[in-house]
């Protein structure tokens, strides 16, 4: 039963926001590669790392679906993510240009091969974790097939972001920090920041179809 539970809900999600998607712009990849000089200065230098309100590297978003990509930069023009940086640029930034943008990460990177790496099994304390969260109803097989392309593919992201993301979501009230969302930050309650951390730490371990490629100029 819980099982079928889980499925109608995560078919009632994805027929949902296939009808939102349908108004929205279609993004120019092209486009976009001349609208990103705003966000080179942080995804595209090799190991560059937010500061605030604790270190941690910036996410990998070269290979992320372009529909999750403008929806994160939706919900920081609408302050649903604060954080000041993105807040600035999101509002600099038209519902074409998200698009144009998003479709440019979504292209960005994919023409460079990965060196595949082995599957990891969570240990049990891991397991258990991923089934109190049932974090792969919303993320997918192995954490990369979304069953929404408004939502994030999480596997192989960095661990140091997933972590911090995960307790913004916890927190969800910061005025300068933190991410309203109503089903993540349930999720998130429901642990420690330990346990947050053992999941961020195993998911990023994962393969993944995620690229960070540096900007030319900065390379």
Known sequence: MKKLL???????????????HA?????????????????????????YQANFPEVYKVPKIGGQDAKYISSALEAYKKGERRFASMR???????????????????????AVELQPKPGREPNAQVAQLLQKGACVSCHGENFAKPIDPSYPKIAG???DYLYAALKQYKDGTGAYWGRSNAIM?????????AELKALAGYVGSLN????????????
């Open 6 to 20: 889980t499925t109608v809900f995560g078919l009632s999600v994805a027929c949902a926001a296939g009808v939102l």
């Open 23 to 47: 108004d929205e712009p279609k993004g120019d990849a092209k486009a976009g590669a001349g609208k990103i000089a705003m966000c080179i200065g942080c995804h595209g230098i090799s190991g």
């Open 88 to 110: 600035g640029i999101a509002d600099t930034l038209t519902e074409q240009d998200m698009a144009d943008v998003a479709a440019y990460y979504s292209e960005h990177g994919k």
């Open 157 to 159: 992201q960095y661990a």
């Open 185 to 193: 930050g349930g999720i998130a309650k429901q642990f420690t920041n």
């Open 208 to 219: 993944t179809d995620l690229q960070f490629v540096p900007e030319s100029r900065f390379r």
